[in-house]
C-alpha cells in the first residue's frame, strides 16, 4: 500500500499508512469457502517433481506452472486454469469452464504455447491432478515438446507462485463480488489477469513493478547488451 501511495505521487510512510487504514477501518481480506481441485486418487503416470521449489529462472519461456481454481456464482462453480511463467509471473495462458474437465487444462495450455512459444525442453509444473497427468493433456504437451513436472502428493508449496497468485485473484477481487452469472464471472476474471494483474499489479518478487513492465524491462537490457557487444 505504501509503495502504491508513493507511485502515484503522495509523500507517505509506512507508520502513517498503518495508522490511516487502521483509523478507516481498512484491512486485507481472508480465505472463504474451500473446494478441492486436485483429484490424484487415479492410476494415470506420475511425473517426478523436476521444479523441485526451484522458483526463479534467468530467462523468460524456460518454466511455466499451472494449476486450477473455483470460483462461485449464483448459477454454480466456475474453474479457472492458468499458467504462469516463472521468469515474470505473468499469466501467460487461461482457461474458464463450468467443468472441470481435462479440456479445461489444455485450453490454459495452448494459449500459453500460443503466446510464448518456447523452445522444446520447456519445463511444465502442475499439480498431480487427473486432468494434468490424463493422456490427452500429456500428449499435447509432447506435442509442443515440454518437459512435465508434478508437485509431490498434497503438497501445495511445491507450487507456490500459482497457489500465490489464486490467493491474490480471491481476496483482492473474487471475495468483494457476488457474481449473479458465468458470463458476469468470466468477464470480471478476465479484466483481473489481463488488465490489472499483468499490466497494473505491483509484484514483491519483481521488485515492485507489474510482470509485464518486469518483461519489458528486461527486454530492454537485453537490446542494450547486443548493441554494446
Request: charged share 25%; aromatic share 10%.
Given at each position: ?12 510512510g509506512k ?6 487504514m487502521?483509523?478507516?477501518?481498512i ?31 534467468d ?49 490454459a ?5 500460443f ?7 520447456a ?5 498431480r ?23 509431490r ?15 491474490s ?17 468470466t468477464?470480471?476474471?478476465f479484466?483481473?489477469?489481463e ?19 518486469f518483461?519489458q524491462?528486461w ?11
Open positions: 500500500m505504501t509503495i502504491e501511495i508513493r507511485a502515484r505521487g503522495f509523500p507517505a507508520e502513517r499508512v498503518e495508522r490511516l487502521r483509523e478507516n477501518n484491512r486485507a481480506r481472508h480465505k472463504r469457502r474451500y473446494k478441492v481441485t486436485t483429484d490424484s486418487k487415479h492410476k494415470l503416470p506420475i511425473a517426478p517433481n523436476l521444479l523441485d521449489r526451484n522458483f526463479t529462472t530467462a523468460p519461456n524456460q518454466v511455466f506452472t499451472s494449476d486450477i481454481t473455483y470460483i462461485w456464482t449464483d448459477e454454480g462453480w466456475l474453474y479457472l486454469a492458468i499458467v504462469l511463467d516463472l521468469f515474470n509471473r505473468e499469466v501467460v495462458g487461461w482457461s474458464i469452464k463450468a467443468n472441470m474437465t481435462t479440456d479445461l487444462v489444455i485450453d495450455l495452448t494459449m500459453a504455447w503466446r510464448r512459444k518456447p523452445a522444446p525442453g519445463l511444465y509444473h502442475s499439480d491432478g487427473s486432468q494434468y497427468a490424463s493422456h490427452d493433456f500429456q500428449a499435447k504437451l509432447a506435442e509442443y515438446g515440454m518437459t512435465c513436472s508434478m508437485s502428493k498434497g503438497n501445495c508449496w511445491d507450487n507456490a507462485p500459482t497457489e500465490s497468485f489464486f490467493n485473484l480471491k481476496n483482492e477481487r473474487v471475495h468483494e463480488r457476488r457474481y449473479a452469472t458465468r458470463v458476469e464471472a468477464a470480471d476474471l479484466e483481473y489477469v488488465v490489472f494483474y499483468n499490466r497494473s499489479r505491483r509484484h514483491s518478487t519483481l521488485g515492485q513493478v507489474s510482470p509485464t513492465q518483461m524491462d527486454i530492454a537490457t537485453q537490446q542494450e547488451k547486443n548493441l554494446a557487444a
